[in-house]
Structures are given as C-alpha cells and as structure tokens.
C-alpha cells in the first residue's frame, strides 16, 4: 500500500471510531462564506480537522475547519465545513483526501459548492449555478502512482456531473421559487483573482463560472466512482470588468455567499432527501 494510502486509512479509522454506527450515503464540501449550511445538520458529531490524523487544516477565510457527520434530510452525511486549497501550499494528495476519506466511510454521492465569479454576462450575483461540466487549469490530482484500491488509472471523465440529479435541483429549485442556472465552470490555482483579460478568455472559452477549487475533488470523486453534484454561488460579476472602477474583494465575496445559504440549504437538502 502506498503511503498516501497508509495516511488516508488511518483518517478514515479515526473517523469511524468516533462516528460509530453512522453510515453516510452523502458527502458535502462547503465553499467561501457557505459553511453555515452544516449548521442545519442534526445529531452532530464534529470533528475539527486538527483532530483527524494526517489531515489538513484549511486556512482561507469563510472555512471554518470541521468534518461534520449527522442527518440532513433524512439521511446520514459527512460534510466538510470549509475545504482545503491548492493555493494554500497543500499537495493535490492533500487537498483530495477528504474525499478519498469519505468513500472509506460508504459515501456514493457527493455534493460540492464553491463561490464564484460569474463569466456568463447574464449571471447577477446571488445566482446559483449547477455544474454541467468544468474546465481544469488546476493541476490533475491523480497525477503519481495510481490508487488502485481506489479507481482506475485512467477514469472516464465524458459526464463528471451527474444530470439525474441536475433535473431533480432544478426541479426543486422551481418549487421553492427560484431558478437553478446551468453552465460550466472553471477553475485556476489562485490566490489572486483573475485579470480583465482572463476572465474574457475563460468566457470565450466557454466558461460561465471562475473560482479558485472544486474540480480536484470532483475528479478524485469521479476517480472513486462517486457520484457528482456541484454548485457555484455567482458572489462577483466578473464580466464587468470592463469599469475601470471594478475590484475584487474577499468580504464581499463571503457576504454575497451568505446571502444565497438559505437557497442552497433548500436545494441540498431536498436533493439529500431524495437520494
């Protein structure tokens, strides 16, 4: 077994001692500012990923640092309360492994959210966008030895988001008295926001959505064959870059995230319910 293996075994047993019969069917990873969904999650057992053997600590502002295990929506899940980055000196090993920990804990669903910058000229802040498919300028976490106990060398990546259950969230979405935008989303290294003229690149090139995470965890989650939910929260309109006035800002960003959680929490947690 590889040593990444041995680390990630050893997370996963701590977990299971301290979570005993609970069995989660549901992974979730809360971007900037979304943490307060986990707060919705009853019968709680917190653990601070300080705690947990081997595993990082995220450092980045609106990233609270838990790994929390209870029932939302009727079912058992274990949610990341804040996620870990690649611009945060982490290895690709590193910023995955919680979701490696979550497929040795029975998870097959996984559900991802990240504040965004909105490409898509028609997106307003506030708007939620369900991930059609996504373009990678992170780079690939299974680069290194394969896992084999995990995935195959070379996993398929044609559908990385699962459109079963993007038809269930807009339906939810509609009921609940919102529209669920669709589109794809891209992903840099960070930390520093993106100039004029690559957030002009990234819309030519078909982005809707830029943020900072997101598309390493979804490719080690397709790897480990998990089923694939995200969302991005639009907290900027990067499009309007053209005003010379325009500037990016982290608080704003985490305000705006806060403002679109009670949406999100709707949204995740009737999706859950039907799993």
């Given amino acids: 077994m590889l040593e990444i293996e041995v680390k990630i075994h050893e ?3 701590f977990v299971k001692e301290k979570i005993g019969d609970y069995k989660p069917v549901a992974g979730i990873i809360l971007g900037s500012g979304l943490g307060s969904l986990a707060e919705k999650i009853l019968d ?6 300080k705690d947990i053997p081997n595993f990082p600590v995220s450092t980045a502002v609106g990233h609270k640092g838990n790994l929390i295990i209870g029932k939302l929506g009727g079912k058992v899940v274990v949610c990341m309360q804040g996620r870990i980055h690649y611009y ?14 979550m497929k040795l804990l029975g998870v097959e669903y996984l559900l991802v959210s990240c504040a965004c910058g909105g490409l898509n000229p028609t997106f307003r802040v506030g708007d939620i966008m369900a991930i059609e498919d996504h373009i990678n300028f992170l780079p690939n976490p299974l680069i290194g030895p394969n896992l084999d106990s995990f995935g195959t060398r070379f996993p398929d990546m044609s559908h990385p988001y699962d459109s079963r259950l993007i038809s269930i969230a807009k339906e939810i979405a509609l009921q609940n008295g919102f529209v669920l935008k669709t ?16 957030y002009k690149f990234m819309h030519f ?12 965890e979804v490719i080690v989650a ?5 089923n ?10 990067s499009a309007d870059t ?7 800002d982290e608080q704003d960003v985490i305000k705006a995230a806060d403002a679109a959680v009670s949406r999100m929490t709707v949204l995740f947690t009737t999706l859950i319910s039907k799993l």
């Fill in 11 to 13: 997370a996963a047993s």
């Fill in 44 to 49: 709680a057992v917190v653990i601070p990923y």
């Fill in 88 to 101: 945060e000196g982490y290895t690709m090993q590193q910023v995955t492994m919680g979701v490696r920990v």
């Fill in 183 to 198: 589109g794809t989303y891209v992903a840099g290294s960070g930390p520093s926001y993106e100039t004029k003229a690559e």
């Fill in 205 to 216: 090139i078909g982005g809707d959505a830029v943020a900072m995470s997101t598309i390493p």
């Fill in 222 to 226: 397709r790897h480990c064959g998990i």
């Fill in 228 to 237: 694939v939910f995200g969302v991005c929260i639009i907290t900027n309109e």
């Fill in 242 to 248: 053209a005003n010379e006035e325009y500037k990016n």
